[in-house]
């Protein structure tokens, strides 16, 4: 059952990362409901379709139509998504005054070991697994 979960959210993430969204796979159905209506009308085939409404003649086609800009608007992937990005440069004044910094080896140890002071580990209740 995890398999299944990890599949189903790795091909969300991998579906968004696309830019699809959960409402373009609901409009599929008017996109091909338009794409029919656009070979019939127009004689247009899937490429030209494509073409006129997500393509380079896509805004002669808005121009020309006015009266399919609803149906247009109904049509899966006319989200627009923006990335924005913003990078900070920021100057550190360096002052030569300070120097660098002094770096001291130490040959001291802090680790050391305690024995235990509990009395369930003196009565032998508490004792490190064996090899048997």
Known sequence: MSKVISISISFLILLQSFGLHTDDIAQIDNFIEHAKFHSEQYGDNVLVFISKHYGELKAEHDREHQEEKEEHEQLPFQHHCHLTSVVVYTANSFNPELGSP???????????YQAPSSSLHAMGLLQPPRQS
Do not use: G
């Not at 770096?103 to 802090?110: C, D, L, R, V």
């Open 102 to 112: 002094l770096f001291s080896e130490s040959n001291s140890s802090n680790f050391h």
